[in-house]
């Protein structure tokens, strides 16, 4: 489930693709990568992408999870639209304080719809799922501005997360080649 918006598409890809050679999270080598934090870091682009999340959300979304660090800002936004609580997921749980991998309110039996930028094997998202999941929460959904995965797949299908996502990149690809 996509948005496709070709404008912002446009606008994304234009920002943030970068060219070159990338090791992403997973391990594997790029020739391109989508700098999130360019679009991120732009108010009026952010707003634009946090307004086609909303459109994603589940109905029975309870709290967002903003996941470590580029989903913190644009949960932040989608929150701000639709007046969800939010939790701030870490990697790995502080080791001082109150120790929490997700700080804001209580995740126990509550429906958490997980806020991603980039995914492409989704190991970030894998790993806080199963943490979160732990804690008692009830996840069942990510939603993402960039889904780098490819065509067709899921790459979460085997925590049984549904990937919802802004973009695909096909659609910024498709972006590029109109330009």
Do not use: W
């Not at 309870?62 to 644009?74: A, D, K, M, N, S």
């Not at 639709?82 to 997921?89: A, E």
């Amino acid at each position: 489930m996509t948005t496709a918006d070709t404008d912002l598409a446009a606008d994304i890809d234009a920002t943030c693709r970068l060219t070159g050679t990338f090791t992403l999270r997973s391990g594997q080598v790029s020739s391109e990568y989508f700098d999130k934090y360019l679009f991120e870091a732009d108010p009026a682009l952010l707003s634009r992408v946090a307004r086609e999340m909303v459109q994603l959300l589940p109905q029975d979304t309870e709290l967002l999870g903003g996941l470590e660090l580029g989903g913190v800002p644009i949960a932040t936004m989608v929150a701000s639209m639709t007046g969800h609580r939010t939790l701030f997921v870490r990697k790995q749980a502080k080791t001082y304080g109150t120790c929490k991998l997700a700080e804001g309110p209580d995740v126990a039996g509550r429906r958490v719809t997980l806020i991603e930028d980039v995914i492409t094997t989704g190991g970030a998202v894998r790993d806080a799922t199963r943490e979160l999941r732990e804690a008692g929460a009830v996840v069942t959904h990510v939603v993402c501005a960039i889904d780098r995965s490819p065509a067709g797949e899921n790459p979460l299908a085997d925590v049984g997360l549904e990937v919802r996502a802004v973009l695909t990149k096909a659609d910024l690809d498709a972006a590029r080649a109109r330009a």
